[in-house]
């Protein structure tokens, strides 16, 4: 199923069925969808640290 994202003061998904639904609605907020992208370089930055400190081990 593909789904078309529209952003504007928040966030909307439009499905196959051309049915519009706001993402606060369903649970995901703009403000939500922005913390966890801004959260996933800083864990993968973390991983990628402890990876390398268990090498030099």
Known sequence: MK?????GRGIAFIDD???KIKGSEV???LAK?????????ELTAKQAEQK????KM
Request: net charge positive; hydrophobic share 40%; charged share 30%.
């Open 27 to 29: 649970g995901f907020s």
């Open 3 to 7: 789904y078309k994202v529209i952003k």
């Open 52 to 55: 390398i400190t268990s090498w």
């Open 33 to 41: 969808i922005e913390r966890i992208l801004n959260i996933r370089p």
């Open 17 to 19: 069925k051309k049915v």
